[in-house]
């Protein structure tokens, strides 16, 4: 307990007779909305209004950290829709007595305010934020299956207008504080040396209150403004997600429709709709993606490990894309080739890279600086991290490796980024093979936020860990799998693929049908898409490691396009044509139904693979091998992971035997 009597929060009163209100979950890394949390608020709400200060700011105890949302565990814990709403309810109701509370309140707003934080801080009269890199606002809702269900869709339509405030919520994305500040979610930024305490007495003492959006956003609300721009958004989520597998920015599109020009039947609505959102399918299903990313993370923090220096050998697209993608996170990072003429193009690439994700153009210099190409490859000597990403072929890897070991810090991690050559293999060679792992990202690089830790039973476990942990300093998931032929998401993939082959030379069927029934069950991209995107000529190798002479029809296929020049989306034309970065396409000739059949047969490999690498034991368990697969394949998350399908579909069965023995009974 702390001197007020809360767990949770402090109550400080100022010689001006400011409230100070810090909230610090105690033994917890960020402040979450916890059930206690928000019980302990209600009595500090209930002191406030019997005794009124002149003013209230709130603030975080954590450094770098506000608010990051709601605890997303005791989700878990709502049974039923009517709990769910009731309990939305009773948030609204001490929130409304926030927004309500007669004397000036501000918010200061540093780190993560995510969800809920940024619920809470809507209530207030006045929002300061840091303005440095590490402050984001935002509602990822959505990613969870639901939409802001604390007051945030009412109260953001109508402090940002619904311009400003749909979009952020629909895409769930993060905000910097200045485009927060642009977009009117924050009145005032403050520098990374300034003090947001400060200028909260400022507001407080002042009675500064937010500015709404004006009378132009305000118009956009009502009427038949409202039902043509609610089709618009509507017709655009769909573009990029299918309403059958992630409702909630339908439901968000619907609410708003109804009633966007009264608030508090968008509150109503929001009780109704994220109550009954937060028990369905798509987002336990949700939910549990987002433990399994907490528990990947885990892998990495048992060890101290951090890199200030890493040194990629391999100019290619893999290794080019991997040294610009260090160098983003700010990484020193040196670029190794045979030559300058092949690390010139994967400078260009980073560039485009930096600008992307950078923006600014200082930052952008900044990571330029920090990527240099390194011919003669001086950086090894001085590299905490070596990643080798040359051409898949066992002799040039295991000779490049005699020549590196000598040369390297003795506390260095030593990487292969080999997509199927078995570890055990490549470091016969070396004195101390105890040391190499395997770290193999996937294409592209930026995109693809799985990163396999290949280990072998002679590796070391501090070097599995240290790889883990580099993964989690760059900002990728890293997945401990055992080294074995394909590892798990190629040795997924392959059966996989090779089935689309099948299907498509044997039985001629389009791969527009194949691709639209796989999208259709949720992938993110279909197989044939996905084999241009990764290149014909990666997946010919892919074959001829783990497809052996039952693939030798459909690697004579892929070998018929590559002689052609035909390599997929990396040479402009692959199974399809590819023009701006995109496939063109012709009609699908399948019906709904067939598709689903199509899709079934199109997968079952996918699914018997998977429960053969869980029995082999190529990763600790059901749990992270769902992981592994949505975060490396696409696999529809809002399905919860192959395995986690399956069961469900074992469950539906089950239950419905059970429904028809009761009903025979009878």
């Known amino acids: 307990m702390s001197k007020n009597g809360f767990i949770n929060w402090s ?148 402090q940002c207008g619904v311009m400003n405030a749909m979009p952020a919520m629909l895409a769930g994305r993060m905000l910097r504080a200045g485009a927060a500040r642009g977009m009117g979610l924050v009145d005032e930024l403050v520098g990374p040396h300034g003090s947001p305490r400060w ?44 309403p059958k597998h992630y409702p909630a920015p339908f439901e968000l599109i619907d609410a708003w429709e109804k009633c966007g020009d009264d608030t508090h039947a968008m509150l109503s609505e929001e009780a109704i709709r994220v109550g009954r959102l937060i028990t369905g399918d798509t987002s336990r299903n949700l939910r549990r993606i987002f433990a399994l990313t907490e528990r990947l993370k885990a892998y990495g923090k048992g060890s101290d490990f951090k890199a200030r220096r890493v040194h990629v050998i391999g100019a290619g697209t893999m290794g080019g894309d991997i040294a610009a993608w260090c160098a983003v996170q700010g990484l020193e990072v040196t670029l190794q080739d045979r030559e300058l003429k092949y690390i010139e193009p994967a400078l260009k690439r980073a560039k485009k890279l930096f600008k992307k994700r950078l923006k600014t153009p200082d930052r952008v210099a900044g990571a330029l600086s920090r990527l240099s190409a390194d011919v003669d490859g001086k950086g090894v000597s001085q590299a905490d991290v070596i990643i080798e990403a040359i051409f898949e072929n066992a002799e040039a890897k295991i000779a490049l490796f005699k020549d590196l070991e000598p040369r390297m810090k003795s506390d260095a991690v030593l990487a292969t980024n080999t997509s199927a050559i078995p570890l055990a293999e490549l470091a016969e ?27 072998d039973t ?122 701006k970065g995109k496939p063109q396409k012709g009609d699908s000739t399948a019906s709904g139904e067939q598709l689903d059949a199509l899709a079934k047969r199109l997968l079952q490999p996918y699914f018997d693979e998977c429960e053969a690498a869980l029995a082999d034991g190529i990763v600790d368990d059901a749990d992270v091998l769902d992981a592994g697969m949505v975060f490396g394949t696409g696999f529809a998350p ?17 239950a419905a035997d059970s429904q028809s023995g009761d009903q025979h009974n009878d």
């Open 11 to 158: 109550l400080q009163k100022d010689m001006d007779d400011i409230c100070w209100l810090t909230l610090d979950r105690p033994g917890q890394s960020a402040n979450t909305l916890s059930s206690e949390v928000l019980t302990e608020l209600e009595v500090i709400v209930t002191q406030l209004e019997n005794d009124p200060p002149a003013g209230l700011v709130l603030q975080s105890g954590k450094r770098g950290s506000f608010i990051v949302g709601a605890d997303v565990k005791e989700f878990d814990e709502i049974t039923d829709a009517e709990q769910a709403e009731a309990f939305i309810r009773q948030v609204h109701q001490l929130f409304n007595r926030i927004e309500n509370l007669r004397f000036p309140t501000a918010v200061t707003i540093e780190g993560f305010c995510l969800g809920g934080g940024l619920e809470l801080a809507l209530c207030f009269d006045y929002r300061i934020a840091r303005n440095d890199d590490r402050t984001r606002l935002g509602f990822p809702e959505v990613k969870l299956g639901i939409y802001p269900g604390f007051g945030g869709s009412a109260r953001s339509i109508r």
């Open 199 to 242: 200028n909260a007495r400022r507001a407080v003492l002042k009675g500064r209150k937010s500015k709404g959006p004006g009378r132009t956003a305000s118009l956009q609300s009502m009427g038949p403004a409202r039902s043509f721009l609610a089709g618009q958004m509507r017709k655009q989520t769909a573009a990029k997600a299918n």
């Open 429 to 455: 060679a070396l004195d101390q093979p105890e040391r190499l792992i395997g770290l193999h990202f996937f294409n592209p690089v930026a995109q693809m936020p799985l990163v396999e830790v290949v280990h």
């Open 458 to 579: 002679a590796t070391s476990a501090e070097q599995i860990k240290a790889g883990a942990a580099f993964c989690n300093q760059i900002n990728r998931f890293p997945l401990p799998v055992k080294s074995s032929p394909g590892f798990l998401v190629n040795r997924v993939l392959s059966p996989y693929l090779l089935q689309a082959f099948r299907l498509h030379n044997q039985e001629g069927i389009s791969g527009e049908d194949l691709d639209l029934a796989a999208t259709r069950f949720g992938m993110p991209m279909g197989p044939v898409e996905l084999a241009d995107v990764v290149g014909l000529d990666i997946g010919l190798s892919v074959l001829g490691t783990l497809g052996g002479d039952d693939a030798r029809t459909e690697a004579d296929l892929l070998k018929t396009y590559i002689d052609a020049g035909k390599l997929g989306k990396k040479s402009g034309e692959g199974f399809y044509r590819w023009e």
């Open 638 to 654: 809002f399905r919860g992971g192959p395995l986690n399908y399956l069961a469900s579909l074992d469950q539906d069965e089950s």
